[in-house]
Structures are given as C-alpha cells and as structure tokens.
C-alpha cells in the first residue's frame, strides 16, 4: 500500500514540502540518493511523522513533467463540496477520474491520477478545461506552471492522509467516503495516459489579459497609458495576485480600494479589476451577468460611491 501511495504521489524527488509551509531539500547529491530521501519523508508522513507536501514538476530532456494534477476548491464547506462534484463529473464525461479530498481548511481538493509522466502543460490545461466548463470558482490549479526557472522547484501540495491525521474527526485530509487502502487501490487502477487528458485539455480556453482590446475603441497607447497611471502597489498586486495564504475577499477588496486610489477611470479600473479577478482570485462566476455585478458594487464601495 505504501509503495502504491508513493507512487501515485510521485515528484521532485530532491525537495519535500512541510507542514509549515516551507521547503526542505534532500541533504543529497545524486538522483537515487534524492529519491531514497524523498521515499522515506513520504513513509514518516504516512506513519505519523512530519507530514509532507510533494511538488509536482520534474524536468526532463523533453521538458516538465508531472505525475498528478490537482484542484483546490475553497469557497465554503457546501459550496466547495458541489464545485468539487461538479469537477469530478466534467471529468467523468472525458474518461478521467477525480477524487475528491477534504483538504484540512473548509474546502476540498480534486485529484487526478496519470499511468506515467505527463506534460505539465497537459495536465494544467486539462484541469483548467474542467473547471471552466464546470463553472466553478478555483482557489489554484496544481501543477501552477507549466514550466520553471532554472534552480526553481514550483509550488507543492499537501498529502492526504497524514498518519496522525489531525482533523481525523471530521474526516479532513482524507479522500471522500474511502479508507487509505481502498483509495490507493482504486486511484492507481483508474490513473489515466496522455491522450486521455488531451481532448479536456484541447478545450481550455486562456484568459485575456490587459491589452488596447481590453479598452475597447481605445488603442495599444490607452492601454499602457492606463498601466502607467497605476500605483506602484496596484501594480504589483495586478501582476503577482492573490497570495496561498490570503483570503480571496480580502484580496479583491484591498485591490479595489487601491485602484480607487490611482488616476484611472471607471471603465479602466473595472478592466483590471475583472482581469485580476478572472486570472488571480475567482471568487465569483467570471460571466458578465453573474460575477461582474459583484465586483461591480466592490469597487463602488471602495470609491465611496455607494455605503
């Protein structure tokens, strides 16, 4: 079971993620050195040592590659349950199985399962397809990147079923209505190859970023003339986005009062708003007649518009 667990949740074998929120590196030098290290973190993680995150990307001659995929649905304890269905039945329809874990906040995680390595590329754009076509509001999309920096690692995820499993009364860190074993069995009979993952992903659909289109009748000058206007911090928060660790809500809101505070219009400042919003923290449908109204009223507030 354990060797099936690992291999399942294989990564970079050279770096392990911990349970408070740091990066521990293999003490090591070769690869199968790194990889005895790697096994036994994710053996004391299973039997109730230090619990572990895995990240996911591996580089190899043909480009990064990953193991596994994962959802991160974050909108509440009922919300996130229907999101995470709703996932998991878009991608039923394509051949591919999600398993859905209580992760330990009030949200849930979705995951899928390759036979083999696969582009990151692949599975990043497979799980977006499914959330979009689900509609459904995601916290993060791992693998994050399909591609690295040299020396960079990525982004990593925390295991299910902890040994000491903290939160083990309301069933948190566990995969919905499956035991360890019964888990393990069924994730590894139903991983799925490349070209399963690649009609989803063939359907995901980028978003836009802040160009002159995005200005309408404006022009490529409207569009950097608005990016200039823009305060120094309204600015970072547009290119770096909402943090792991922050909330959402929080994040739009201090996004909005921030633009208020910068020489733009109605119009421009909506423009980024919504884009940050679509491409950084959806909280709402990114629809115009469902999340639009929402951000909308937001940024009236923060103007002083509206009470």
């Known amino acids: 079971m354990t060797d099936t667990f690992i291999t399942l949740f294989q990564g970079n074998p050279a770096v392990i993620g911990t349970e408070e929120g740091g990066c521990d590196r293999s003490p090591h030098k070769t690869t199968a050195d790194h990889m005895a290290w790697w096994v036994t973190q994710m053996q004391q993680h299973l039997d109730g040592g230090p619990q572990a995150g895995v990240y996911p990307m591996v580089q190899t001659s043909e480009g990064f590659v990953v193991h596994w995929g994962c959802i991160d649905v974050d909108e509440g304890e009922e919300a996130s349950l229907i999101h995470a269905s709703n996932i998991v039945t878009v991608l039923r329809k394509f051949g591919v199985t999600g398993w859905i874990e209580r992760s330990r906040s009030k949200g849930y995680h979705v995951w899928v399962f390759a036979q083999d390595w696969v582009p990151a590329q692949l599975m990043r754009h497979a799980l977006l397809a499914a959330a979009q076509i689900a509609q459904a509001p995601t916290r993060e999309i791992n693998p994050k990147q399909s591609t690295l920096a040299d020396g960079a690692v990525g982004n990593y995820v925390r295991l299910p079923y902890p040994g000491d499993n903290p939160g083990a009364d309301e069933h948190r860190r566990m995969v919905v209505d499956h035991t360890l074993d019964e888990f393990v069995t069924a994730a590894h009979a139903s991983s799925v190859d490349a070209p399963t993952l690649e009609p989803l992903a063939a359907l995901y659909k980028a978003p836009q970023l802040v160009t002159a289109k995005s200005f309408g009748s404006g022009s490529v000058s409207r569009a950097k003339s ?30 909005s009062r921030e633009l208020t505070k910068c020489d733009l219009s109605l119009s421009e400042a909506q423009e980024f708003l919504y884009e940050a919003h679509d491409q950084h923290a959806p909280k709402w449908d990114h629809r115009a007649d469902r999340g639009r109204p929402q951000l909308d009223r937001m940024l009236a507030k923060a103007s002083g518009a509206v009470s």
């Open 226 to 255: 608005a990016r200039r206007r823009m305060s120094g911090l309204a600015w970072h928060m547009y290119t770096n986005g909402c943090g792991r660790q922050e909330d959402r809500s929080e994040w739009l809101w201090a996004f």
